[in-house]
């Protein structure tokens, strides 16, 4: 069975810092990628997406990134921190009639 | 601009009654839609995903769609003080990425 792995689950870090998040896809080939942000009481904001290795679209611009190393391995990153990065970070993975998400990582930026 | 909107609630019924949530979608080339529950503080989880116009029942769910007026629903018999939660209704047009609903807060009252 398929299975989605993201970590850290809990994460506090300053302003200014680096930040990386990293979710790896078990049990399924080329699937899509997701990264969402919900922020507290809030809906899900799709931040990047990924049909394929190397392949990632941007839906909001901001400091962050994404990379997609290998097949099911799918990358957040941010070179310096702002505060209103702070939020529920979920990595997600689809295929034609499923779409899973991680636990998520909860980022508090201070 | 692909939307999915969903009523943010609260939405109140007692134990052991139906809860209706009600979800519309902009883009009409939308092929499949996904109700999620999210409990506080968690991620989502899928609940239903349905793809063809009519019901689809799992259990004491079951989920309703409407293409002719872009409109997906979901309906949970028997309603238990454990279903509540915010549930997350999204649709996606096959290979592009899932767009969400704010989501809808049901409360189950014992």
């Known amino acids: 069975s398929q299975t989605i792995h993201q970590w850290p689950a809990t994460l506090v870090q300053p302003v200014g810092s680096p930040l990386s998040l990293e979710c790896t896809v078990e049990?399924?080939?080329?699937?899509?990628l997701y990264w969402y942000r919900q922020a507290a009481g809030r809906g899900l904001q799709l931040l990047f997406y990924s049909v394929g290795i190397g392949q990632i679209s941007s839906e909001v611009p901001q400091n962050l990134s994404a990379s997609r190393p290998q097949d099911r391995q799918f990358i957040l990153s941010s070179k310096k921190l702002l505060l209103s990065d702070s939020g529920f970070y979920l990595c997600a993975w689809s295929m034609v009639q499923e779409a899973f998400f991680g636990q998520g990582t909860r980022l508090t930026v201070v | 601009q692909k939307e999915v909107e969903q009523n943010s609630g609260p939405l109140s019924v007692p134990e052991g009654a139906i809860a209706s949530l009600n979800c519309t979608y902009s883009d009409r080339g939308s092929q499949s839609f996904f109700w999620y529950r999210q409990y506080s503080g968690k991620s989502p989880e899928l609940i239903m995903f349905i793809y063809s116009n009519g019901d689809k029942e799992d259990g004491r769910f079951t989920a309703q769609l409407n293409k002719a007026s872009q409109y997906v629903s979901l309906l949970i018999r028997d309603s238990q003080p454990s279903d509540s939660a915010t549930y997350l209704c999204?649709?996606?047009?096959?290979?592009?990425?899932?767009?969400f609903g704010k989501g809808t807060r049901l409360s189950v009252i014992a």
């Open positions: 999204a649709a996606t047009s096959g290979n592009t990425p899932l767009v």
């Open positions: 049990g399924t080939s080329n699937p899509n």
